[in-house]
């Protein structure tokens, strides 16, 4: 069972686009929702993370919307730039931080062009 | 700061063999630490969640026998695959939390196992 949906598998975006990835959970014991960007052989790196208490974070040009009655969030990248290109996972946990691991998207490779 | 190591970044073994991987908080003392599976083009699927000076535990359907977790000193865990087999080669990922910064998780860059 996957516990976190996410789409689209990949996404292509034209410099200066805005990138959009959705997420879908299913258990509502999660409390904790972070986004991840990952590049080719390197670990994850936290971009930004946001609580079911909050329908919306904001951090440079990278947003989180949160819809706690639909169990979806997203992330949203302004002014997508070439260096952006790279594969991000969105994750959930019950506690904050991911105390007790996190439980990941099967990811989205962005490609911007540009 | 808040950087975590991995060794060695990738090995070549060869079917049968064991094959210890090292995971370590270079500037920050951690009292658990992560070890996830990484396959080509996928997500990353936690295995076991290891605690300094405890057993790890391990995720439903990860065989504890085959994949020995240590950890030994709250800078410290190691994975070792035992009895390796051309299934288990992957990209095994560990990720550690500050023991004074419980909301805050480090990843570290990954160690690429190929078991031939």
């Known amino acids: 069972q996957q516990q976190v949906k996410q789409s689209p598998q990949s996404l292509i975006v034209q410099k200066g686009g805005i990138s959009i990835i959705n997420c879908a959970y299913e258990n509502t014991a999660f409390d904790y929702f972070p986004w991840y960007q990952q590049f080719p052989g390197k670990g994850p790196a936290l971009l930004i993370a946001i609580r079911p208490d909050v329908s919306e974070k904001k951090e440079g040009r990278f947003t989180i919307s949160f819809n706690k009655s639909a169990k979806q969030f997203s992330l949203h990248i302004m002014d997508s730039q070439p260096g952006d290109s790279a594969t991000y996972f969105c994750a959930a946990s019950r506690r904050w931080g991911g105390a007790d691991g996190l439980t990941f998207g099967k990811g989205t490779h962005l490609i911007i062009q540009p | ?116």
């Not at chain 2, 605690?51 to 000193?73: M, P, R, W």
Request: overall charge neutral; proline content about 4%; glycine content about 6%.
């Open chain 2, 1 to 116: 700061g808040a950087v975590v190591s991995q060794h060695p970044s990738w090995v070549i073994c060869k079917s049968g063999t064991s094959v210890k991987i090292e995971c370590r908080s270079l500037d920050f003392q951690a009292t658990t630490m992560f070890w996830y599976r990484q396959f080509p083009k996928q997500s990353l699927m936690l295995m076991a969640t290891s605690n300094e000076g405890s057993k790890a535990t391990y995720e439903q359907g990860v065989e504890k026998d085959k994949f020995l977790i240590n950890h030994a000193s709250l800078t410290l865990s190691t994975l070792t695959v035992t009895s390796a087999h051309p299934e288990d080669s992957s990209f095994y990922i560990c990720s550690a939390i500050p023991r004074d910064r419980l909301y805050e998780q480090y990843f570290g860059p990954g160690t690429r196992l190929t078991v031939t």
